[in-house]
């Protein structure tokens, strides 16, 4: 089984947020990450870039509208 890592994209850099997730629900204002062992983390003003499926990586941006 093989889990995802998320980061936010910042400025060119990438900022961990949460490794292992095993989903990520959207909200109205951001993302909600959850894994195995730890409790859900909203990560707020964010949207969805890009999915890298090979690397097991989920990139999050700045919301357009924060």
């Known amino acids: 089984m093989c889990q995802i ?3 936010v ?6 900022e961990k947020v949460l490794d292992n997730v095993t989903s990520l629900d ?14 859900p983390k909203e990560v707020k003003n964010v ?6 499926f090979i690397g097991g990586k989920v990139f999050l941006g700045q919301s357009p509208t924060s």
Do not use: K, M, N, P
């Open 5 to 7: 890592s998320v980061v």
């Open 9 to 14: 994209e910042r400025e060119g850099e990438e």
């Open 26 to 39: 959207v909200v109205a204002d951001g993302v909600v990450l959850s894994t195995f062992f730890e409790e």
């Open 47 to 52: 949207i969805i870039s890009r999915i890298d």
